[in-house]
């Protein structure tokens, strides 16, 4: 899975669907090949590039919480070069959570507000994320731009600051 949120949800189809006689199985075996694109791109993927540039990695919830996947991303984007910057709270919600920045809006401003603030005090070119809500909710607000990891590891020139919107 690319995304993150659709990962941790398919990750738990045998679990949504153990009642079910008809689709059990067929879930749990979904479930249990279900990967995200972190836990199968080889380090050889990470193309070295000398000064990539710097990038905050915004970790979302679905990945360090629900997949209990952490830090892996960031071993990735160390190896393709890029400076990764300190962002406090890490563990933190962005405020997209799903339909949750629909209908909490409120709420879902003021945590990406803080979220961008810690992101943004590194001084990174870019900002990397793991799943396309986090994605789109953090660009939102932001002149940073805001990238898939992936996108970043398939730059041509290995530079964050090269990153288009």
Known sequence: MTASGCG?????????????????????????????????????AARRSAGA???????????????????????????????LTSVAEPHLCCGSAGTYSILQPELSGRLRERKLSALAAGGPAAIATANIGCLAHLQAATRTPVRHWVQLLDEPSGSAENSAP
Not at 11 to 32: F, N, S
Not at 56 to 73: E, I, N, T
């Open 8 to 44: 941790s949800f398919v990750k738990e189809y045998g679990h949504h669907l153990d009642a079910d006689p008809a689709y059990r199985v067929k879930a749990q075996r979904i479930a249990a090949m279900t990967k995200d694109l972190s836990e199968v791109m080889p380090d050889s």
């Open 53 to 83: 540039g710097r990038v905050a990695f915004q970790s979302p919830c679905s990945l360090q919480h629900g997949q209990q996947l952490r830090g892996r991303v960031e071993e990735l984007l160390q190896r393709a070069g890029y400076e």
